[in-house]
C-alpha cells in the first residue's frame, strides 16, 4: 500500500460517527484482516492501516488534529518547538482558539515550563470548558508540579466529560497511588482497562 488512504475510509465510517460505532467497526475489521486469521500475504498491511486509523479516529485529540489537517497533521509534521513559535508570531494565534491555546500548552509541556502549560490550559477551558483533553492535560502538568489533589480534580472534570475516557482514568489512578491512596488508585486502574486503556 503506498498513498495512504483516508482514516475514515479505511475503517468504514464518517467523521460524525459515534465512538462505539467506530470501536465496532475497527474489531470487525481487525478480526477480518487479523494475520493469525486471514492467509492472504498483504493481510499484515491492511491490520496495521486499519490500527493505525482506528489510534487516529478513536482518539479526540488526534481526531481533531485529522479532520482539520488530514495525514499531514498527525504524521509529525510539526514539533511542539514549532507549535509553539506559531503561537508566538503576531498574528499567527487566534486568542479565541480553544485548540490554539490546548497546543501552545502542549509545546510548554514538553519544554518543562508547567505553570506556563497549565495557565494555557486554562485559557483552553475558558473557551471550550466540555473539552476532556484539555482538562485532562491540565491534570497531567499539575502532577508534574506534584500538585496531585489539583490533578485529581482535573481528571475528575474529564471524567464527568467523557466517562469512557480511559486515559483519565489511568492518570487519576497515577494521582492517587502517589499521594498513597492504593485502593482508590486501583478501582481507577481497572476502569481504565475496562475501556481497553493500553500502557
Not at 97 to 114: I, M, P, V
Request: hydrophobic content about 30%; charged content about 25%.
Amino acid at each position: 500500500m503506498s498513498a495512504k488512504r483516508d482514516y475514515y475510509d479505511v475503517l468504514g465510517v464518517t467523521k460524525t460517527s459515534s465512538q462505539y460505532e467506530v470501536k465496532q467497526q475497527y474489531r470487525k475489521l481487525a478480526l477480518k484482516f487479523h494475520p493469525d486469521r486471514n492467509p492472504y500475504s498483504d493481510a499484515g498491511e491492511h491490520f496495521k492501516e486499519i490500527s493505525e486509523a482506528y489510534g487516529v479516529i478513536s482518539n479526540p485529540d488526534k481526531k481533531q488534529v485529522y479532520d482539520q489537517h488530514g495525514h499531514a497533521g498527525v504524521n509529525g509534521k510539526y514539533s511542539s518547538a514549532d507549535i509553539f513559535q506559531g503561537a508566538q508570531r503576531r498574528g499567527g494565534f487566534d486568542s479565541n482558539d480553544a485548540w490554539g491555546w490546548r497546543n501552545k500548552g502542549g509545546a510548554l509541556y514538553s519544554l518543562g515550563k508547567y505553570d506556563e502549560a497549565i495557565m494555557c490550559y486554562d485559557q483552553a477551558i475558558k473557551i471550550d470548558p466540555n473539552n476532556p483533553v484539555v482538562w485532562n492535560n491540565k491534570g497531567l502538568a499539575l502532577c508534574s508540579l506534584g500538585k496531585y489533589n489539583e490533578a485529581i480534580i482535573s481528571y475528575d472534570q474529564a471524567i464527568k466529560i467523557d466517562p469512557s475516557d480511559a486515559d483519565a482514568w489511568n492518570n487519576k489512578g497515577n494521582s492517587l497511588n502517589s499521594l498513597g491512596n492504593n485502593d482508590e488508585a486501583k478501582k481507577c486502574y481497572d476502569r481504565s482497562r475496562e475501556l481497553g486503556y493500553d500502557s
